[in-house]
């Protein structure tokens, strides 16, 4: 079981992410507002709030959704768990489409940081069913 920590959107992409007490995923989409919702394979991004305390416990002074990420959840080593996985939030179903992602260009935490845990820790996912999330809320493996 896993505690919705934040949830972070951005209008363009590019941009960091700001952090919002609930949103509305659609089917099929992603997250209603968000720059990276579409009809692909990377419709939400997910990351593991311990991850982000680590690296944070490395001097690195970042908020939620610094790292592009929109749904940060206590309770998962994401990395960990096998594409395909399903979660279920309420009404909102995801299934986990990827597990960490190239890194192109080296974002402003590589660059001040040296690394950054994004292309590694971070997972993708689609949205199988609809509905809202809030801060707070739990998300159960299926």
């Not at 990420?69 to 594409?83: K, S």
């Amino acid at each position: 079981m896993g505690v919705i920590k934040g949830i972070c959107i951005s209008e363009k992409r590019g941009t960091a992410k700001q952090e919002i007490e609930e949103a509305v995923f659609v089917k099929d989409w992603g997250i209603e507002k968000d720059a990276h919702a579409g009809h692909w394979h990377r419709q939400v991004s997910l990351l593991s709030y311990e991850k982000i305390e680590e690296f944070r416990k490395k001097g690195a002074q970042i908020g939620l959704g610094a790292f592009g990420e929109n749904l940060i959840v206590e309770g998962y080593d994401f990395r960990n768990l096998p594409v395909g996985t399903r979660f279920q939030c309420g009404d909102v179903i995801l299934e986990m489409t990827q597990i960490g992602k190239e890194c192109h260009s080296h974002c402003e935490i590589y660059k001040r940081m040296g690394e950054c845990i994004m292309p590694r820790e971070g997972v993708f996912a689609v949205v199988i069913q609809g509905g809202k999330i809030k801060k707070g809320d739990i998300l159960e493996k299926m």
